[in-house]
């Protein structure tokens, strides 16, 4: 019982001694049971190790007086060898298995039923890619001669596996600047349909949503949707007001099922940025995420029907030529949105030359309204396939479903231009800068390389002539990847757009010149900014940033001029002025003097370990082995600081 005590007693100290010490001297996290489990196991190794085998010779005797002063040093030593060496093993378990890395014992049960659901469905997804040979695929094992047969087969495992998977084919197929055109064509064939889910269910859900009976919401209401989709379906309805309506409505499980599905792509983006060089390549982990942030939108009305408002207003400041519905965000929430129903057909079915219209005046109509949208408004529809555009009963067309949009700043509105008007003028070199100035410029770029590259490019697609088409968003695309030139996700939404759109152009009217009405449309944009009034709105703008600037800068040129004449003119440098810098420099100084001094406390304790003979503390340890034992714990510790700043520290991506 005594011995159990003094080793309950023991294990407390170290365990305290090993706190102090990781917090203050190692500088790492650790978790109590870590602490307990190191502190234990290095008491144990110093009390039944240790201790014994350096206090041997007393096992059958007493220490005579003589001897005490060497034991009691003895022990004292190991007493503090025992948290050096549970700290070693605190620093190796951190540096293998970082604290946070495995959840903590008591959340394993807790949604045991949720990891068993995603476990379930990440194996499913697993055996859809095996059944359609997609496995090589996910390894890295990808043949230029088999893309074909391979683009047939992800197509085939994406429409298996379910409405977010369907979704993000048809976010991929809209990625000519990463997947060849064998896959493009492919994934362009994924249709998002389901069957609808039953009307008492939608109405319900309605109800929910605000908070009234549907004959009070509405004067009519039809249970049967007239379009349903994996994700909503769309029911007709009519306000006591007379006002035809649309009601969208989430279907139930929708958004978990996103989530889950979503937790998984990213886990499969995961592995194919780690295994595969086209998917390091191809950024896959920054697709998954923009994926995510954009698939989830999709999923909360409440963000449609936010942009429906700015885009409706956007349109109304400028009458717009295009009409888009407005929301009610009264009736509205995130699994409900009710907006106005325009009256007409859709674009793709609408006979124009049976109702007298002019398919090239409707073409050059719809990309002057997408243009002014990305240069005027700063919002725009993201995603404005043929499905998305309708005909209206006044012969006007009509944009829905905003749930996806783009959004450019002031800055990158202006760079978009700059762009534009290098393109009109055909200049390579110009379009290069304008590219460059709005990416991440290359460590090595091929300047001269580039500028031919684009300037071949616009002599083929740009000229008098050309038919613009896919090929030529594709083969610009390509350059712009083969020069590894990132381009903002703002501004690339709005390439994809545009390529989206050109689609759209020539199914309304096959012989719409798409080049020469940008270029018409930008000569417009350039006449706009030449106005007085639109030059005198500029020098405002600049001058009144400048202004603050002007007012101070006389009198910084008067103590300019006189520290000039009294010789006090001076100019200071401040090498490390930013705080981090110096941080930076400051670690890595105590790093290097604390690894110089353990290398030489460790080469000292070496030195003294070696020397035979000298004062004897008993009869197997001299003094100088006592005094090297101690020199290697000091060693010890300062080398495990250096470790433990190494292997254990998140050290930011510079």
């Known amino acids: 019982m005594p011995e159990f005590l003094l080793s309950v007693i023991g294990v407390g100290i170290n365990t305290a001694a090993v706190a102090y010490v990781a917090t203050r001297l190692l500088d790492i996290r650790y978790t109590l049971w870590r602490l307990l489990v190191v502190s234990i196991s290095g008491y144990g190794v110093i009390q039944y190790g240790l201790l014994p085998a350096l206090l041997d010779q007393y096992r059958f005797r007493e220490p005579t007086s003589d001897e005490l002063p060497g034991v009691f040093a003895l022990w004292l030593l190991v007493f503090v060898c025992a948290p050096v060496f549970a700290m070693i093993m605190l620093v190796i378990w951190e540096a293998v298995i970082p604290t946070g890395a495995v959840p903590p014992a008591r959340t394993w049960f807790k949604g045991l039923r949720t990891r068993i659901r995603r476990t379930r469905r990440y194996l499913q997804i697993l055996a859809i890619a095996a059944r359609h040979g997609l496995i090589g695929l996910l390894r890295g094992r990808r043949q230029a001669a088999q893309d074909a047969e391979m683009a047939r087969a992800l197509r085939l495992a994406l429409d298996d596996a379910g409405v977010t ?27 998002d349909q389901a069957a609808p889910i039953p009307g008492t269910t939608a109405v319900r859900i309605v109800e929910a949503a605000a908070g009234a009976s549907v004959d009070e919401i509405f004067a009519e209401f039809d249970p049967e949707p007239i379009a349903a989709a994996s994700i909503a379906q769309v029911h007709t309805a009519v306000l006591h007001g007379g006002e035809a309506v649309v009601v969208k409505v989430r279907r139930p499980g929708a958004q978990q099922a996103v989530e889950r599905d979503l937790d998984i792509i990213r886990r499969l983006a995961r592995t194919l940025d780690r295994h595969t060089s086209w998917g390091r390549s191809m950024d896959v982990l920054g697709l998954a995420d923009g994926f995510a942030e954009a698939l989830r939108e999709e999923v909360d009305f409440t963000v449609e029907a936010r942009n429906l408002a700015q885009v409706a207003a956007a349109h109304d400041r400028r009458n717009a030529e295009v009409r888009v519905p407005s929301p009610h965000p009264d009736l509205s929430d995130d699994q409900v949105l009710v907006m106005e129903r325009l009256p007409g057909v859709p674009l793709a079915t609408a006979g124009l030359a049976d109702r007298g219209l002019d398919g090239n005046a409707l073409a050059a109509a719809l990309l002057r309204e997408m243009f002014d949208e990305i240069m005027v408004d700063g919002i725009f529809h993201a995603d404005p396939h043929p499905g998305n555009l309708m005909l209206l009963d006044d012969d006007r067309i009509g944009l829905i479903d905003y749930g996806s949009v783009g959004r450019l700043d002031r800055e990158l509105r202006a760079s978009f231009e700059a762009i534009l008007q290098a393109v009109d003028r055909q200049d390579g070199p110009a379009l290069a800068d304008a590219l460059v100035s709005v990416s991440t410029r290359p460590e090595e770029l091929d300047q001269t390389g580039f500028e031919r590259a684009l300037g071949s490019f616009m002599a083929r697609h740009l000229v008098p002539g050309a038919a613009p088409g896919i090929r030529m968003f594709t083969e610009l695309f390509r350059i712009i990847a083969k020069y590894r030139i ?62 603050p600037v002007l007012r101070k800068l006389p009198r910084r040129l008067d103590r300019l001029v006189a520290a000039a004449e009294s010789g006090q003119l001076t100019a200071n440098f401040r090498l490390f002025a930013k705080a981090d810098d110096r941080r930076t420099i400051t670690a890595w100084l105590h790093q ?9 406390s460790g080469v000292m304790a070496v030195m003294l370990l070696g020397i035979e003979g000298g004062p004897t503390l008993t009869e197997q340890i001299s003094l100088y082995h006592f005094f090297g034992l101690s020199l290697l714990l000091i060693a010890s510790v300062m080398a495990l600081r250096v470790l433990a700043d190494i292997f254990t520290k998140k050290h930011p991506p510079e």
């Open 486 to 547: 990132v381009i903002p996700p703002e501004l690339a939404a709005v390439f994809r757009t545009l390529a989206t759109l050109e689609g759209c152009l020539t199914a309304i009217d096959a012989r719409f010149d798409l080049i020469g009405e940008a270029r018409h449309i930008g000569q417009r944009y350039a006449e706009r900014r030449l106005r007085p009034a639109a030059v005198q709105d500029l020098v405002l703008e600049e001058v009144t940033d400048l202004l």
């Open 165 to 191: 998977f369907v979704k993000l084919g048809q976010i991929l197929s809209t990625r000519r600047d990463l997947l060849p055109a064998g896959y493009i064509a492919e994934l362009s064939k994924l249709q």
């Open 592 to 600: 290097t003097l604390l690894t110089v001094l353990a290398a030489a």
